[in-house]
């Protein structure tokens, strides 16, 4: 028996009815994520995107066992970061430049 054209749904567009797109605004590893991809790449593409990574999330749990810890917003923002520096020095490496951090001026606005 197969499935009616109302029950072939795609992972992806079963996330984007507007509570799933809510549940990604919280403070959550997942919810920056999809906020980061939102912004580049527009809503759809976001939604995709971060149902595939959840997707990943659970398939990886599900075969080896164990708990989901989410890191939390300030984790990825940390390592998002990490990943921005390290790019750039890179780039700059390859085009014969060497970056040197400047210390953080504490200002208060």
Excluded: C
Excluded at 68 to 81: A, H, K, L, S
Excluded at 101 to 109: F, G, L, Y
């Amino acid at each position: 028996m197969g499935f009616g054209k109302s029950e072939e749904r795609s992972l992806p567009q079963s996330y984007r009815n507007q509570q799933s797109v809510e549940n990604f605004e919280i403070n959550s590893a997942s919810g920056t994520f999809y906020r980061r991809l939102r912004s580049r790449l527009g809503t759809p593409k976001a939604i995709t995107a971060t149902a595939h990574k959840l997707a990943r999330i659970f398939y990886r749990l599900w075969t080896n066992g164990g708990k989901y810890q989410d890191p939390g917003m300030d984790y990825y923002e940390q390592r998002y970061q990490e990943r921005v520096i390290n790019n750039l020095q890179k780039k700059a490496l390859a085009l014969g430049f060497e970056l040197t951090p400047q210390p953080q001026a504490n200002t208060v606005s």
